[in-house]
């Protein structure tokens, strides 16, 4: 098994990490061992830590799915994280590998959203429908290599499968995801979508922190790494601001 993740960034209130695809954030029915429980493990043995390790879950991301997540490590961390993604004050990037081009390369998707608990399935519609979520997010296409694209997303809001099921609804579902329309699984059970960026202030040190994840070790995601070369951050900034 690979490592469950990769510390990439932490102090006395905040750790944020770097997840493997296949590990499930939070418990649910299958018993899995959780990142929750890895990261805790992680934080009693680095600091020799007596007792139960306080670790506060502040978002998520599928368990397909790689990339940053950011937990508190104080109840002082978690309050003022919550109430920086309830502003939306914190900018999350993500890189999606589809197998079709999008018709438009930059553009904003605006769907409401309706979830079928029972199968773990979302349903996007492209206008407001009873029970629906709003869910919008930002878009830009990068490039291509070897018959597949590849897909900056910024979401503004942050539903359940929202990137997912937003861009299988533009007609580009992420490559190894068949619950969301793309025509064969990956052999590990992984889908191609990495949550790459995030940048916010420290609502507690006050200052800037901006971290990036390295892609999964795996061929496939390393031949994208060529577009990203300082022509392409430089825009991504503009893109970002």
């Not at 934080?43 to 830590?49: F, H």
């Not at 969301?180 to 979508?193: A, C, E, Q, T, V």
């Given at each position: 098994m690979r490592k469950p993740f990769h510390v990439i960034y932490e102090d006395n209130h905040l750790i944020i990490v770097n997840k493997t695809a296949g590990i499930i954030v939070h418990a649910d029915k299958t018993g899995d061992k959780t990142l929750e429980d890895f990261v805790k493990e992680y934080?009693?043995?680095?600091?020799?830590?007596p007792g139960d390790v306080?670790?506060?879950?502040?978002?998520?991301?599928?368990?397909?799915?790689?990339?940053?997540?950011?937990?508190a490590r104080t109840s002082k961390g978690l309050e003022r994280m919550n109430a920086l993604f309830k502003k939306r004050d914190i900018q999350?990037?993500?890189?999606?590998i589809t197998k079709r081009k999008p018709k438009v390369k930059k553009g904003k998707l605006t769907h409401w959203l309706v979830k079928d608990g029972s199968k773990n399935l979302v349903t996007a519609y492209d206008h407001e429908v009873e029970n629906g979520q709003k869910a919008e997010l930002h878009y830009r296409y990068i490039g291509s290599i070897?018959?597949?694209?590849?897909?900056?997303?910024?979401?503004?809001?942050?539903?359940?499968?929202?990137?997912?099921?937003?861009?299988a609804a533009m007609g580009c579902p992420i490559r190894g995801d068949i619950k969301?329309?793309?025509?064969?699984?990956?052999?590990?059970?992984?889908?191609?979508?990495h949550s790459r960026r995030v940048y916010f202030m420290h609502p507690i040190k006050k200052e800037p922190v901006l971290c990036k994840a390295a892609v999964p070790e795996d061929a496939f995601w390393e031949e994208f790494l060529q577009l990203d070369n300082e022509e392409i951050k430089d825009e991504t900034m503009k893109f970002l601001h």
């Open positions: 934080i009693k043995e680095a600091y020799n830590k306080f670790l506060g879950t502040i978002h998520r991301l599928d368990r397909p799915v790689s990339g940053l997540i950011i937990f999350k990037t993500y890189w999606a070897n018959k597949h694209h590849l897909i900056e997303v910024e979401p503004i809001t942050g539903r359940s499968h929202q990137i997912r099921v937003q861009l969301y329309g793309y025509d064969r699984p990956n052999k590990d059970g992984s889908i191609n979508l």
